[in-house]
């Protein structure tokens, strides 16, 4: 499965989600539009703030979250894709020796 046909059954399971989580009317709490309706996009990540630099391994945390936007405004909000069971929860990245070792 390609990445693009990931990204649109994890669509799918989101807007499904989102029905079931999410009672109507959705209004968007910004412009208070009703009938605007919500664009999905892309799963992408968070990862855990350490001061600036990109930490990969040592334990660091990475959260997969789905953006909901509004249409008129472009208000959006996160919903954990990994809480709401439409990814794997990310193991902690494990520990790596540093380079050298
Ligand atoms: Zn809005």
């Known amino acids: 499965m390609s990445r693009d046909e990931q990204q ?3 669509g799918r399971q989101m807007l499904e989600w989102l029905d079931e989580k999410w009672p109507q009317p959705r209004a968007c709490p910004v412009c208070r539009s009703t009938d605007a309706g919500w664009d999905l996009g ?7 703030f ?3 630099g990109l930490v990969l391994g040592s334990g660091s945390r990475i959260y997969p979250m789905a953006p909901v936007m509004c249409k008129n405004c472009g208000y959006t909000f996160l919903v954990n ?3 709401a069971g439409i990814v794997q929860p990310p193991k902690p990245e494990a520990a790596e020796p540093e ?3």
């Open 8 to 10: 649109v059954r994890w």
């Open 42 to 48: 892309h799963i992408g990540e968070i990862r855990v």
């Open 50 to 52: 350490t001061g600036g």
């Open 81 to 83: 894709a990994a809480h």
């Open 99 to 101: 380079a050298g070792q």
